[in-house]
T-cell receptor
Framework: NAGVTQTPKFQVLKTGQSMTLQCAQDMNHEYMSWYRQDPGMGLRLIHYSVGAGITDQGEVPNGYNVSRSTTEDFPLRLLSAAPSQTSVYFC???????????FGQGTRLTVV | AQRVTQPEKLLSVFKGAPVELKCNYSYSGSPELFWYVQYSRQRLQLLLRHISRESIKGFTADLNKGETSFHLKKPFAQEEDSAMYYCALRVSSGSARQLTFGSGTQLTVLP
């Protein structure tokens, strides 16, 4: 039972480069989210999706794009990486009616 | 907008001592409250949620709507409890039932 799987685990980017963080879940959850974790700031919501084809912005969406073509996958795209996007990124999924969210193992991104 | 406050960034206690991690929230409706734990370099795991009223790994948390608090407690801390703890809230209205997290409390249990 894989749960929520994120790839890659680590990534170093140069300023201005673009990349996609992958997230997949095998629990048939409708809700999926991306958070960034920064010291002293907890987890902040970047984008979320309530189902295939539906996405919306969270608290800190600038510089990121998402899409949800299937229930299972929710990739996060960095359009033009900036040092301020150095962070640990977590993907999460959950059922819409309640219960806790399940998190991936995180992607540690460094932008130089 | 909803907000979760964890006033302590760092908390150290000795093994066997009681521990309380504070969490306060602001939300005008009826929230769902959660505690998540993150052990060193691991993913976040759900520890407790208020609606289940259960005890996990000796931890309990009671929702106090009057004080808008959801403090996490354990009577006798263990070294393996050392971790980052996040309090989180989920709103009950609208189509977007996303989690709002506090800034976290790093708990260290000393031998």
């Amino acid at each position: 039972n894989a749960g929520v799987t994120q790839t890659p685990k680590f990534q170093v980017l140069k300023t201005g480069q673009s990349m996609t963080l992958q997230c997949a879940q095998d629990m048939n959850h409708e809700y999926m989210s991306w958070y960034r974790q920064d010291p002293g700031m907890g987890l902040r919501l970047i984008h979320y999706s309530v189902g295939a084809g539906i996405t919306d912005q969270g608290e800190v969406p600038n510089g990121y794009n998402v899409s949800r073509s299937t229930t299972e996958d929710f990739p996060l795209r960095l359009l033009s990486a900036a040092p301020s996007q150095t962070s640990v990124y977590f993907c999460a999924s959950s059922y819409p009616r309640g219960g806790g969210a399940f998190f991936g193992q995180g992607t540690r991104l460094t932008v130089v | 907008a909803q907000r979760v406050t964890q006033p302590e960034k760092l908390l150290s206690v000795f093994k066997g001592a009681p521990v309380e991690l504070k969490c306060n929230y602001s939300y005008s409706g009826s929230p769902e409250l959660f505690w998540y734990v993150q052990y060193s370099r691991q993913r976040l795991q759900l520890l407790l949620r208020h609606i289940s009223r259960e005890s996990i790994k000796g931890f309990t948390a009671d929702l106090n709507k009057g004080e808008t608090s959801f403090h996490l407690k354990k009577p006798f801390a263990q070294e393996e409890d050392s971790a980052m703890y996040y309090c989180a809230l989920r709103v009950s209205s609208g189509s977007a039932r996303q989690l709002t997290f506090g800034s976290g409390t790093q708990l260290t249990v000393l031998p």
